[in-house]
């Protein structure tokens, strides 16, 4: 009886170390799946355009707006100069 209850023990002593060996590995594993890199798409995201943009036209033309704006709110001051701060 004693010899039966001694080999129970064994074989569950056996088993427990067993299962605990496994969820250590299993641990690790995981763990050591957090340091993995994330997978990269294997297609670039870059996109390149073979347009040919006249930029110096768009600034000219901005430019031209611009000085265009500028004068339109001279004009504008210029004709309410005499009467600021008269009131």
Same mark, same amino acid.
């Given at each position: 009886?004693?010899?039966?209850?001694?080999? !129970?023990?064994? !074989?569950?002593?056996?088993?427990?170390? !067993?299962?605990?060996?496994? $969820? =250590?590995? $299993?641990? &690790?594993?995981?763990? &050591? %799946?957090?340091? #993995?890199? &994330? +997978?990269? +798409?294997?297609? %670039?995201?870059?996109? #390149?355009?073979?347009?040919?943009?006249?930029?110096?036209?768009?600034?000219?033309?901005? *430019?031209?707006?611009?000085?265009?704006? =500028?004068?339109?709110? #001279?004009?504008?001051?210029?004709?309410?100069?005499? !009467? $600021?701060? *008269?009131?």
């Amino acid at each position: 009886n004693e010899a039966v209850r001694t080999q !129970t023990y064994n !074989t569950l002593l056996h088993h427990l170390s !067993t299962m605990y060996k496994s $969820v =250590l590995i $299993v641990a &690790a594993i995981a763990s &050591a %799946s957090a340091f #993995v890199p &994330a +997978p990269r +798409p294997a297609v %670039s995201r870059t996109a #390149v355009f073979a347009e040919d943009v006249d930029y110096e036209a768009q600034f000219t033309k901005m *430019q031209k707006e611009a000085e265009e704006r =500028l004068d339109d709110k #001279v004009e504008e001051l210029m004709k309410n100069i005499e !009467t $600021v701060g *008269q009131n």
